[in-house]
């Protein structure tokens, strides 16, 4: 075969193909369109879940009826003029080939009225451009896309149900919507409003749109201004915790991204208010100067690179952690993981909860049905529970304990227990210049490979400082010296492995930030085990150390570690109320 140049209209049908992946994908981009066309509302329609129609309207500055042909001509924008302006991106858009794709895997109509001019309207086939007519139109733009992928028939044979594009859809817009304050958005399917949010609308009415008022109105915010980096979380309660990532929007420079680096940022910060494998409500949004960032790396632009990814990553971590640790729910005020162990067990949004101190958070009003459990006994985690006296305290399988507090019971759960009181300790020492350690009467030999060996003593050092003590012992042989003193049940070969993980993370953290995660797993490891038996001098002595903790709701995992059953509780329990 000889080499050919591809026809124009082949070459946008290909690169729709990087671009328009489903309806959600052109109304992200008319949407980002009309946002960077600086509308104050945005207006979406949509028919068939978008795959009969998608419509929309903003009352942006509009393109004059001279320029209508060159919008939907692929490589033509108004918004970069030379590679300098690819250094730093101002605009969602900039590549110049959304409209051109779109138009050339459906019929697309394009209406527009400059402020102050004469409204234009342009009509494109599959590719194939009609004539520019004038036509009357209020100021700004309209687009409609009809017949989306009628001539790509393998292309719509990927495409869901009517339902779930349309759910794609809206997604898109109220990913848009939440970071867009200042823009008033609504979405219809059909005469059904999906969205609806106002100009003056500010963030937590966006994210009570989006995701329910009772989460929105219990979320947390923190905020943080580095010199080159400025972040913004808003996070929900920890039992707002979702399996999935739908409930985490991460912004930079207004720009909703998915990146598996923030992503993983994000998590780290939030891990100990967030059950192990579950993802928080949060809206993360990071403003940093553009010139430090190159969105150019993806067609959709979802993901990003960062010049200085280090220091990116770890100030998301530190910004949340530091944040969170000042929270209601660390410090106590609030209660936290209302109706958690009913609403792991079904996997679910919270549940609701009658008796509704303020702040607090109702079930997630637009994607729950009522659930049978909501109806249970609610569980909250102590709130003033300090012991009566030294009262009984009951063992359940060697794992929970159980026991009278003031207004009620409180059910405990060892391990978790254990592991944030080490913690907390392990915390302060470090604080203080110093974890202590505790010099093994044997060192423990321990064979590594050579790699690990070498990046074991590299660390070496640095990890005294955290009451871990360690010396290679020949090319393949560690020698554990000595581990900190209070975690007396801590072996040598699991602090090893959590080491190793945590210094080949890719990507991983600032320097910084290794000490604290490697004082969390080393906290985790050397704590009682559930099913481990305890001598009551053990448990008394635990119970003692817990009283005096400053965070004593969640384990290092976010799991909680007591569950406070009120008085009101166990009457409602047994149908005395
Ligand atoms: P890009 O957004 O990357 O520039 P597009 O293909 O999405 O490329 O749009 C091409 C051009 O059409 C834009 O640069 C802009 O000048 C114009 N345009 C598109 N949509 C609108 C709109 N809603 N209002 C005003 N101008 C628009
Ligand atoms: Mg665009």
């Keep these: 075969m000889t080499i050919q140049q591809l026809p124009p209209l082949l070459i946008d049908q290909i ?92 019929r697309l109509t394009l209406t527009s009225r400059p402020r102050g001019g004469e409204g234009a309207s342009l009509s494109v086939e599959f590719g194939k451009l009609g004539p520019v007519k004038a036509a009357p139109a209020p100021e700004g733009t309209r687009i409609e896309v009809r017949d989306l992928f009628r001539n790509l028939p393998a292309r719509l044979k990927f495409m869901k149900r009517e339902s779930t594009e349309r759910a794609h859809c809206l997604a898109w817009v109220e990913r848009l919507a939440i970071s867009h304050t200042g823009i008033g958005f609504r979405a219809r399917a059909g005469d059904r409003v999906l969205l609806d949010v106002a100009p003056q609308d500010g963030i937590r009415d966006r994210v009570a749109a989006v995701l329910g008022q009772g989460l929105s109105d219990g979320m947390h915010h923190i905020e943080a201004d580095l010199e080159r980096l400025r972040l913004d979380a808003w996070i929900g309660p920890p039992d707002s915790a979702r399996r999935d990532a739908r409930q985490v929007h991460t912004y930079l420079n207004g720009r909703w991204v998915r990146d598996p680096r923030l992503m ?115 569980l909250g985690l102590s709130e003033q529970a300090k012991p009566l006296d030294e009262g009984e305290i009951l063992r359940v399988a060697n794992t929970y304990l159980v026991r009278e507090v003031p207004g009620g019971m409180e059910l ?62 020949g090319e393949t042989t560690l020698s554990v010296r000595g581990v900190p003193a209070r975690l007396d049940r801590l072996r040598a070969a699991d602090l090893i492995e959590e080491l190793l993980e945590l210094l080949r993370r890719p990507g991983s953290a ?55 059953l009120s008085l009101e509780d166990l009457e409602r329990a047994f149908y005395r109320r």
């Design 264 to 378: 993983r940022a994000a998590r780290e910060g939030v891990r100990e208010f967030v059950p192990h494998g579950f993802y928080p409500s949060l809206v993360l949004q990071l403003t940093l100067d553009p010139v430090l960032v190159d969105v150019n790396v993806h067609p959709q632009k979802t993901e990003v690179r960062f010049r200085d990814d280090r220091f990116v990553v770890g100030s998301i971590i530190r910004t949340l952690a530091g944040g969170l640790a000042q929270s209601a729910w660390a410090t106590g005020a609030e209660r936290v993981f209302a109706g958690a162990a009913s609403d792991r067990v079904a996997e679910r949004a919270p549940a609701a909860r009658k008796t509704a101190p303020s702040g607090d958070w109702s079930p997630q009003q637009r994607t729950d049905s009522p659930s049978l459990l909501a109806e249970s006994a609610p």
């Design 412 to 473: 405990i759960d060892q391990h978790a227990l254990h592991e944030r009181v080490n913690l907390e300790e392990l915390r302060r020492e470090a604080a203080a210049g110093q974890v202590t350690v505790q010099p093994l009467l044997v060192p423990e030999l321990l064979e590594l490979s050579r790699e690990d060996i070498a990046l074991l003593a590299e660390e070496a050092p640095r990890l005294t400082g955290f009451g871990v003590d360690l010396e290679p012992f």
């Design 15 to 106: 690169a729709a193909g990087e671009v328009v992946e489903r309806p959600a994908s052109v109304v992200k981009e008319l949407v980002e369109n009309a946002i960077d066309a600086g509308a104050s509302r945005i207006e979406l329609i949509l028919h068939g879940g978008g795959l009969e129609s998608i419509e929309v309207r903003d009352d942006g500055l509009g393109i004059p009826a001279e320029e209508l042909e060159l919008a939907v001509t692929s490589h033509a924008t108004s918004k970069i003029v030379g590679v300098d302006d690819l250094q730093a991106i101002a605009s969602l858009g900039f590549r110049g080939e959304a409209l051109a794709s779109i138009a050339a895997v459906s």
């Design 510 to 564: 600032a320097p910084e930030d290794l000490g604290d995660a490697l004082l969390q797993r080393m906290s985790c490891r050397g704590a009682v085990m559930a099913g481990d038996h305890l001598s009551t001098e053990m448990l008394q002595d635990l119970l003692k150390r817990g009283a005096e903790l400053p965070q004593d709701r969640t384990c290092a995992h976010g799991r909680p570690v007591r569950v406070f």
